[in-house]
């Protein structure tokens, strides 16, 4: 109770600051809310839906398809921040590498579904998938393929007009550019490889073919072929005469060419000793003929009838006393019969039959007077009255006597031993000429 006229002193406590004290209530909103572009977001707290962002709220994050975010489900702390980032960022693939000699376009870089299509540079093949997708595992579809040379190198030969052989040769100079290869990978190509004679070579006569190879780096080869052809200016064939010989130098018969003749022993040449083949591809001079010898029996001497043989025959000397002498007529006999071997030999038979005056002399057909007859026998000294054969050689030298008749082989045989039979036998080889009985 109270005394009467006592006043009442009243203490009033100052109100305590709850919040300074208790945490905020749970329904208080606390974390910024939350929100996901690319995608969507549903929150759960203890007190219902209504409450998104309150302390302790947990949010799942779902992001549209091609879009990831850090964290599927995050949840508002104390610090009045989410526990990560909860952003949908777009699904990027790891870039890709450039294929060596190539690249690639991209519908959208590297992020997801981009479509990349690769491509290679000019003369390379593409090997591997053309195409490669970003997935959504943020791996590519495909790997990156590669760009192999596939491509050829090309090359052009030179294309050459027929070359024609200069006066007196059979061979022409050819002159040309060595080509490049041309390849799309490498560019030039100056490594090439001719299969033939090289460039400024001389190139005989007729057609020639030839071949360039070029590789490029990748091993690929490239080639052409092109073709020499030389000509030889010629004029008509000529051939030796008969009883003669032709030697001639170069071919023969090209432009330039030099022909010359002799005759055998006992002919005389008749017309050009030596033909050129002119530019109008005509002979120079005339025909070549060799003519028989003209034997003179008209002489007054023997030394003089001889003398016409000189270096042209050579003389088998036939002595007998009489016609019906047994060894002359088997001598004729068995050279008659070896006729071919006499003129291939140069050998000329004269005959001397009889004793003086009534002796004969004969070449052939053709008869010698007596006196001309006497006068052979005393220049070679031959017996009158006995067989003898005497060979004399073309230098007029007494090679071989025979007291008695021979074979036609046994005299072929000397012969053939005489040097200057030796050089005939080669030229009437080359010459086709021969005896076939």
Same mark, same amino acid.
């Given at each position: *109770?109270?005394?009467?006229?006592?006043?009442?002193?009243? =203490?009033?406590?100052?109100? %305590?600051?709850?919040?300074?004290?208790?945490?905020?209530?749970?329904?208080?909103?606390?974390?910024?809310? %939350?929100?996901?572009? =690319?995608?969507?977001?549903?929150?759960?707290? *203890?007190?219902?839906?209504?409450?998104?962002?309150?302390?302790?709220?947990?949010?799942?994050?779902?992001?549209? !398809?091609?879009?990831?975010?850090? *964290?599927?489900?995050?949840v508002c702390m104390a610090s009045k921040h989410w526990s990560s980032n909860y952003a949908c960022r777009e699904i990027r693939c790891p870039k890709?590498? /450039?294929?060596?000699?190539?690249?690639?376009?991209?519908?959208?870089?590297?992020?997801?579904?981009?479509?990349?299509?690769?491509?290679?540079?000019?003369?390379? $093949?593409l090997k591997g998938q053309t195409i490669a997708t970003c997935q959504h595992s943020k791996s590519w579809s495909a790997g990156v393929p590669i760009?192999?040379?596939?491509?050829?190198?090309?090359?052009?030969?030179?294309?050459?007009?027929?070359?024609?052989?200069?006066?007196?040769?059979?061979?022409?100079?050819?002159?040309?550019?060595?080509?490049?290869?041309?390849?799309?990978?490498?560019?030039?190509?100056?490594?090439?490889?001719?299969?033939?004679?090289? $460039?400024?070579?001389?190139?005989?006569?007729?057609?020639?073919? /030839?071949? #360039?190879? @070029?590789?490029?780096?990748?091993?690929?080869?490239?080639?052409?072929?092109?073709? @020499?052809?030389?000509?030889?200016?010629?004029?008509?064939?000529?051939?030796?005469?008969?009883?003669?010989?032709?030697?001639?130098?170069?071919?023969?018969?090209? #432009?330039?060419?030099?022909?010359?003749?002799?005759?055998?022993?006992?002919?005389?040449?008749?017309? *050009?000793?030596?033909?050129?083949?002119? $530019?109008?591809?005509?002979?120079?001079?005339?025909?070549?003929?060799?003519?028989? /010898?003209?034997?003179?029996?008209? @002489?007054?001497?023997?030394?003089?009838?001889?003398? !016409?043989?000189?270096?042209?025959?050579?003389?088998?000397? %036939?002595?007998?006393?009489?016609?019906?002498?047994?060894?002359?007529?088997?001598? /004729?006999?068995?050279? !008659?019969?070896?006729?071919?071997?006499?003129?291939?030999?140069?050998?000329?038979?004269?005959?001397?039959?009889?004793?003086?005056?009534?002796?004969?002399?004969?070449?052939?057909?053709?008869?010698?007077?007596?006196?001309?007859?006497?006068? %052979?026998?005393i220049l070679l000294r031959i017996p009158q009255r006995s067989f003898q054969m005497v060979l004399v050689d073309k230098q007029g030298m007494d090679?071989?006597? #025979?007291?008695?008749?021979? +074979?036609? &082989?046994?005299?072929?045989? +000397?012969?053939?031993?005489?040097?200057?039979?030796?050089?005939?036998?080669?030229?009437?080889?080359? &010459?086709?000429?021969?005896?076939?009985?």
């Open positions: *109770s109270t005394v009467p006229g006592q006043e009442i002193a009243w =203490h009033v406590t100052p109100p %305590i600051k709850l919040a300074a004290v208790f945490p905020p209530s749970l329904g208080t909103p606390w974390c910024t809310p %939350i929100k996901v572009k =690319h995608g969507d977001v549903s929150c759960r707290t *203890s007190r219902g839906e209504h409450y998104r962002n309150v302390m302790g709220t947990r949010c799942k994050i779902r992001c549209k !398809q091609g879009y990831e975010s850090q *964290s599927s489900e995050v890709l590498n /450039m294929p060596v000699n190539g690249g690639y376009k991209c519908s959208d870089g590297s992020y997801f579904n981009s479509r990349c299509e690769f491509f290679c540079s000019a003369g390379f $093949s760009c192999v040379d596939m491509d050829p190198p090309k090359i052009k030969c030179p294309n050459l007009k027929d070359k024609w052989a200069e006066p007196g040769k059979l061979t022409a100079r050819v002159t040309w550019d060595t080509p490049e290869g041309v390849d799309t990978a490498d560019g030039i190509l100056t490594d090439v490889t001719l299969k033939g004679k090289p $460039s400024k070579s001389d190139f005989p006569e007729g057609l020639h073919k /030839m071949s #360039y190879t @070029v590789l490029d780096r990748a091993g690929n080869k490239g080639s052409c072929r092109f073709t @020499v052809r030389v000509r030889v200016r010629r004029c008509s064939p000529l051939f030796a005469p008969d009883n003669g010989y032709m030697k001639c130098d170069s071919d023969g018969d090209n #432009y330039g060419a030099t022909c010359e003749f002799t005759c055998t022993g006992g002919y005389e040449l008749q017309g *050009s000793a030596a033909r050129v083949c002119q $530019s109008g591809l005509t002979w120079s001079g005339s025909d070549t003929t060799c003519a028989a /010898m003209n034997i003179n029996v008209g @002489v007054r001497t023997a030394a003089a009838l001889l003398d !016409q043989f000189y270096e042209k025959r050579r003389l088998l000397i %036939i002595s007998a006393p009489t016609a019906a002498n047994h060894n002359y007529r088997f001598q /004729m006999t068995n050279l !008659q019969h070896a006729q071919c071997g006499l003129d291939l030999r140069h050998v000329t038979v004269i005959e001397l039959v009889g004793t003086y005056p009534a002796q004969i002399g004969r070449i052939r057909h053709r008869l010698l007077p007596p006196a001309l007859a006497l006068q %052979i026998r090679k071989q006597r #025979y007291p008695f008749p021979i +074979t036609s &082989a046994e005299l072929f045989t +000397t012969i053939d031993t005489f040097p200057l039979r030796k050089d005939e036998m080669v030229l009437q080889q080359e &010459a086709g000429q021969n005896c076939q009985s």
